[in-house]
């Protein structure tokens, strides 16, 4: 929105600044911040009167967290939604499709999730909202982002795979593109959900994830460094950085109330809304593939719950002590501080690991 201000602009005036996207990411992760310390509080106090005995906490889950964990509120993802696509919409060019399409998906898994952390909270059970329901209406949204990514997107770029570690290289995925970008995304939402079971461990790999991929948005939104990267151009994608820029400002800012001991947790609204983002910036900027590395961390999560879920039903055994596997390394004695940063560093790795796909070609 405040990108029109640079329309007033003669050239050598303090307007002229809204042209800039680095400008204009710097302004939407400071007002995401400020509103985040504004509101958090005043949320989180009405959040405890109308939750009475907070987040339903899992009978099946580490003993600790059934006395350590009781009566925290959850939901507290408004204040990372709210402040994240305020700040977007007030700092990012409206006229971007891209925007819109990461908008969309944020804003569509943010309501699915606030709807399963309503009927937890509400009935007081862990069962929530229907999966079934959650997975159908996940992929609705998902098929939609990737079916208008695939129309903006240039010709030579729609319906292809982009091949990490390799110059120029794509795969013709033709119609099979769409249900593979609905994967990505609902893919992504469910993998930071199951990762968001410690206080801090979701929102700081997010955050990280969430830079790396704003800086790959905006290096093949640039022609000039796509060029020198040997990486496909996606015009329009730089103001992606913009959202993740406004996606970490909130993300601090809910750090500051959900550092441990958490004094609220984003719940199914945040974590829901913020993976199907990854994934939609993933699919926009084409960076799929690399969406697993930088994001994996996630990634071993969902399948640390899908091999003992397997496995067990298989041979009645475990594979790990408890999944997903945060909980595995709680049984074997870490802390929860000593499992939260050493994941966080391992999330750091791996960001790195993602952005060097840039240059290595």
């Known amino acids: 929105m405040l990108y029109f201000l640079s329309e007033l602009s ?25 509103l985040s310390f504004i509101f958090g509080q005043p949320l989180i106090n009405w959040l405890k009167r109308k939750q009475k005995k907070g987040q339903p906490i899992r009978d099946d889950g580490p003993e600790s967290h059934i006395i350590a964990k009781a009566g ?91 091949m990490p570690f390799f110059k120029n290289a794509l795969v013709n995925l033709g119609y099979l593109y769409f249900p593979f970008a609905m994967i990505v995304i609902v893919g992504s939402a469910n993998a930071v959900n199951l990762t968001d079971g410690l206080d801090g461990l979701a929102i700081m790999p997010v955050m990280i994830a969430g830079a790396t991929l ?11 460094f796509t060029e020198y990267l040997d990486v496909h151009y996606v015009p329009g994608t730089g103001e992606l950085l ?21 004094a ?42 899908i091999i003992q879920v397997l496995y067990f039903k298989k041979t009645g055994k475990r594979v790990f002590l408890m999944a997903p596997i945060h909980h595995h390394f709680e049984k074997k004695g870490w802390s929860e501080p000593q499992i939260v940063i050493r994941f966080w560093i391992i999330a750091l790795i791996l960001a790195l690991v993602g952005l060097a796909t840039l240059k290595i070609r």
């Open 72 to 162: 925290t509120p959850t939901m507290g993802g408004v204040l990372i939604l709210g402040t994240l696509l305020i700040s977007t919409l007030l700092w990012a060019r409206t006229d971007n499709a891209y925007v819109w399409i990461v908008l969309l998906v944020t804003a569509g898994f943010g309501l699915i999730g606030f709807a399963d952390d309503y009927l937890k909270v509400s009935t007081q059970t862990v069962a929530g909202f229907s999966s079934r329901a959650r997975l159908l209406i996940g992929f609705a949204i998902a098929l939609l982002a990737a079916i208008v990514a695939a129309r903006v997107q240039p010709e030579d770029l729609s319906g292809q795979l982009a």
């Open 214 to 224: 704003g800086i790959i948005a905006y290096a093949v939104g640039r022609v000039d």
């Open 10 to 34: 003669d050239g050598g005036d303090a307007f002229n600044l809204f042209r800039y996207i680095t400008f204009r990411s710097g302004g939407a992760f400071f007002t995401a911040l400020i």
């Open 264 to 305: 609220v947790f984003m719940g199914d609204t945040g974590s829901l809304a913020l993976g199907g983002a990854l994934g939609a910036i993933a699919i926009c900027t084409k960076h799929e593939i690399v969406l697993a590395i930088v994001g994996g961390l996630f990634v071993v999560e969902a399948l640390s719950v």
């Open 242 to 262: 913009i959202f993740t820029s406004a996606l970490i400002g909130g993300g601090l800012g809910f750090l500051w109330y959900n550092a441990p001991p958490a």
